[in-house]
């Protein structure tokens, strides 16, 4: 059974340059899509270099060379890097737009902003009731306030900090001060 990701790439590039990227054909607009779309394969699914390879035809030493060799200059081609950047970015430019395409694409960002998603929970440190149980009231009101809020309490707590005995500084010692824009 192909791969679903491998066949929409293939077929989005097809699409865009009109022409089928599996055939054995050498020609450079062929060879370039081809490229574009091991790039692709590469950047967004797991699959292996060979299954990449065999999708359009080939094998595991065609995409190392694509992606070694080919690439830099690929990418260097405005009209290859658009459909390389469209695809990527999840914004088709609108010479690029048919209705077959439209499905497929909201299909490729919901898979998208779902890998986001899964980034985004990995690069939370610490759960917010562990940091609930670590911090006072007022460190975690602190917390809540814009940038601007907190230098506006930082300007208004230093003189009264700079007053207290250091023996008195503590924790438990001072009162919410609510910030006005």
């Known amino acids: 059974m192909d791969n679903i ?32 779309y091991s790039l692709l394969a590469l950047k967004f699914t797991r699959d292996s270099l060979d299954k990449i390879g065999k999708y359009i035809g080939g094998d595991h030493a065609r995409i190392i060379h694509y992606r ?41 960002l919901c898979d998208n902003l779902r890998n986001e998603n899964i980034k985004l929970k990995k690069q939370i440190k610490e759960p917010i009731s562990i940091i609930a149980n670590d911090y006072t009231d007022n460190e975690l009101q602190y917390r809540l306030l814009s940038l601007g809020e907190q230098k506006i309490y930082n ?27």
Not at 160 to 169: C, E, G, R, T, Y
């Open 68 to 108: 070694d060799k080919l690439s830099e200059e690929v990418l260097n081609n405005s009209y290859y890097l658009d459909i390389y950047n469209s695809y990527t970015v999840g914004v088709i430019p609108k010479d690029f737009i048919t209705p077959s395409t439209k499905f497929k694409r909201i299909l490729i």
């Open 155 to 181: 300007q208004r707590v230093q003189p009264i900090l700079k007053m207290m005995p250091s023996n008195q500084k503590r924790k438990e010692v001072f009162e919410v001060i609510t910030c006005q824009s």
């Open 5 to 36: 990701e491998l066949k929409l790439i293939a077929d989005y590039i097809e699409e865009i340059i009109g022409e089928d990227i599996k055939t054995t054909c050498r020609k450079r607009h062929l060879v370039f899509a081809r490229v574009v």
